[in-house]
């Protein structure tokens, strides 16, 4: 019982270690080797089948050969016993002897005097007959030989016997001789077989696990928090095949079309395919493993969506808190430094009208250019911290921005730069806060001109684009250095040596109230350009 | 010569500006709290008020809405360091003739000031005229005045 109980044991163990060994062996080599194994079971049941098959069918043949041969012989022998004519009786037995299994042949004629033996020696010698030869029948005796009696009859008349010895052994060796050809061949095509059965499974494997593969690698790079698609290279897109221009179709650009109801509907209205026809659908329906690709594909896309907008809204919450944060301190800070600029303002403008002097003239017209330098500042503050809501107004946009370069033309052409324009003047008046909107040019184009050098060249144009006016405020000077080029825009950042860093945080919070968007692009040493992508609100 | 009220709580732009006011021809009175401020306009009759609005305890607000509720009607122009568009709508709404951003222009200061008391001594005129269409016609009886004012 113990013994029995340790064994199981043991059996267990051994069977869970079998079974956890395979578990851990990649998809791939599990489905290579039960391929494999399949086969060469497959095989060598069918190769023994065929050759146990084709020995018995010959075994079978060569015994119906004997019978007829020698029933044969019982018949063609009656003249020769009847005319006793013994040469001719050796004759027909020799001629028999040559087919394969036959031990001997023994002819004795009624009184059991032998007239025709295979061995020459027994001729003439006698044998008992009784009322048993009279009969058909066989025995097999203990050395496997069959003895087959048959007797000679004329007619109805008794004249002798057929004694014949068949050796199974003989029979089954030749059998073997004769398969021996048969085996050699079964051998040479299982061997091929096997080898392209390796093959077939090779490939089969790779087929399937490859696409696994990627999957696994796509999953492992998660881990190491990259997020990348798993590239399909014969997945086809509808857009492209069908040249379908529905931007608002849900399937529009997306893979596996045919699972979109709605889409489908679509396709069979506008494009009177049948999905189960559609070459979009033949050509990228795949397997599960695809299914799960394209599933695992669209789970990164919106992964990576939703981290982007998360990204976005964090960003957002700081600046925002970064922004009322500001808001109340620019305000106290605002009005803690206006009331005594007041008071200085005042009293310097009382002096300036009350006592005369050229040293106290120019002394006083420093404290007055400082003391609105100050109070631009503190404005600039005052104004980023508590924006102003837009009023939108319809105008021309390409007019505002002329008011605005009326404004710095002068000092451009002074510092010896160059200012080009280039406007679109077929852009309909639409409706912007056109005062808020030339804060920002003005903002982009003082920020140009604080950039640039004698014989740099400022330019401006405007340009429709879809349903956009675009404004394009470019420069070729300084540029801006890529590891700056995304802090830009953060209130308080500035490069300047004057300035309160609050000019571009207002273009683009003034940009973003009208819905629109900014696009930096610069390159140190060679210029920095500003779109401003404004929609068109007709 | 006009007489203004200016009250602010900082010491060194009451000096100043009320310096420069004199300078310009103005009778200027002073005061620093809004307290203060009321017991001179009970005293003296004002000709126009120029009004801080951060004041300690009342504020420039409060104020006006005293003036409103005393029926004392007299021009009021605000000063602030606040420079926003709520504040200024607000002190309109509550009956201010002018706003004006600290730290302030002594000349806008000025002819803002000119205007308000000329303005106000001319709407003061129209509603002496409005007040009696028929000075001669309609006796001055309580019962009559109440239908025609």
Known sequence: MQQMRILQNLKNSVTSKFLSKIKRISIGEKIFFAFLILFIILILTVNLLILNYQKKSLKNQINRNITTLLENLSKDTIDHIVFFDPLAIDEKITLIMGNPGIEYIMIADKNGRIIGHSSKKELGNFIKIGESNLKRWQYTDNEGIRHLNIPIMAGDTFIGILRTGISENKVNQYVTEATKNLKNYIFILSFFAFGFTVFMSFMLSKTLIKPLQRLKDRMSSIQADKLELCENPSTVLCKDILNCEKADCPAFGKERCWLIKEAKENCKKYHNIDCKDCYVYKVSCGDEIGYLIETFNEMIIKLKHSLEELDKATKEKLKLEKSSAMAEMAMTVAHEIKNPLNAIKASTSYIKSNFEGEVLKEFLSIIDKETERLNELITSFLSYARPVPLKYEKANVNKSITDVIKLIETEVKEDGKILKTEFYEKIPEFYFDSYQLKQAILNLLVNAIDATNRGDTISISTSMKESKVLIKISDTGMGIPDELLNKIFEPFFTTKTIGSGLGLACVERIIKDHDGNVIVNSKKGEGTEFIIELPLKL | ?149
């Open chain 2, 1 to 149: 010569m006009a007489k203004i009220l200016y009250i602010d709580d900082e010491i060194s732009a009451l000096k100043a500006i009320s310096a420069i006011l004199k300078k310009a021809g103005f009778n200027i009175l002073t005061a620093t709290t809004a307290e203060e401020g009321i017991s001179l306009l009970k005293e003296t009759s004002i000709d126009c008020l120029l009004l801080d609005y951060r004041l300690p305890q009342m504020d420039g607000i409060e104020l006006l809405k005293w003036l409103k509720y005393s029926g004392i009607n007299i021009p009021v122009v605000m000063l602030t360091a606040y420079g926003t568009i709520e504040k200024a709508v607000e002190a309109m709404k509550l009956g201010a003739y002018h706003y004006l951003i600290k730290p302030v222009d002594t000349e806008l200061l000025i002819n803002v000031l000119k205007e308000a008391i000329e303005k106000s001594s001319m709407l003061f005129k129209e509603k002496e005229k409005v007040y009696s269409p028929f000075p001669e016609i309609i006796g001055k009886s309580k019962a009559m005045q109440e239908v025609f004012i």
